[in-house]
């Protein structure tokens, strides 16, 4: 299986401010990689596909890039509504594999 | 609208066998490169990938539960289930379904969950 290695597990930010989060892949993921945002009592939302892609109705905030095995999720500008637990997907080979999780707050 | 909702049970015993439906509307399991899966995810964890079914009757298990899991479709392509044979306690979470997306491998829509509690 591919493990997906995620950091920080949690992380603090003030409004405005900018936060990354990283996804390091156990081999080359050729770019199949997503992102979701989870709030609590919530199913996972998706972000970005395709390591940078940006789903339809997701804030420009939002961005990802990478390659290979290193990935890594962007918010310019952190917003109240930002406030969750974000998650990183491999879709290179099956099992299809999430990180750790990222659980971000508010400072 | 896609939307997709999964009932089942709520709690169950040691070693009975967890019976899920994924009921979906605002597309067809039978159109070609749809595939739903399955993913869990315990209380305070992360997610695991357990299965899934695509539109041509092909299935896909997480190598670490396969020999309990089974999935399957209805002959109208409106729901999916998923059955885990022998439970224990460590099968307690909250189950997705989720579609995704046509001929991508990601999922671009989830069900809202049904919690699943083994206990004695």
């Known amino acids: 299986d591919i493990q997906m290695t995620q950091s920080p597990p949690s992380l603090s930010a003030s409004l405005g401010e900018t936060v990354s989060i990283e996804c390091r892949a156990s081999?080359?993921?050729?770019?199949?990689l997503a992102w979701y945002q989870q709030k609590s009592g919530k199913s996972p939302q998706l972000l970005i596909y395709?390591?940078?892609s940006l789903q339809d109705g997701v804030p420009s905030r939002f961005s990802g890039s990478g390659s290979g095995t290193q990935y890594s999720l962007k918010i310019s500008g952190m917003q109240p509504e930002d406030e969750g637990v974000y998650y990183c997907?491999?879709?290179?080979?099956?099992?299809?594999?999430f990180g750790s999780g990222t659980k971000l707050e508010i400072k | 609208q896609v939307t997709l909702k999964e009932s089942g049970p709520g709690m169950l015993q040691p070693s009975k066998t967890l019976s899920l439906t994924c009921s979906f509307s605002?597309?067809?399991?039978?159109?070609?490169?749809?595939?739903v899966s399955w993913i869990r995810q315990p209380s305070g964890k992360s997610l695991e990938w357990l299965a899934a079914?695509?539109?041509?009757?092909?299935?896909y298990y997480n190598p670490s539960l396969k020999s309990r899991l089974t999935v399957s479709k209805d002959t109208s392509n409106t729901q999916v289930f998923l059955k885990i044979t022998s439970v224990d306690i460590a099968d307690t979470a909250t189950y997705y379904c989720?579609?995704?997306?046509?001929?991508?491998?990601?999922?671009?829509?989830w069900g809202p969950g049904t919690m699943v509690t083994v206990s004695s």
């Open positions: 395709y390591a940078s």
């Open positions: 989720a579609r995704r997306r046509p001929y991508g491998w990601y999922f671009d829509f």
């Open positions: 079914i695509d539109w041509d009757g092909d299935k």
């Open positions: 997907l491999q879709g290179s080979k099956y099992p299809l594999t």
């Open positions: 605002g597309f067809s399991l039978s159109t070609s490169g749809m595939v």
């Open positions: 081999e080359d993921i050729y770019s199949n």
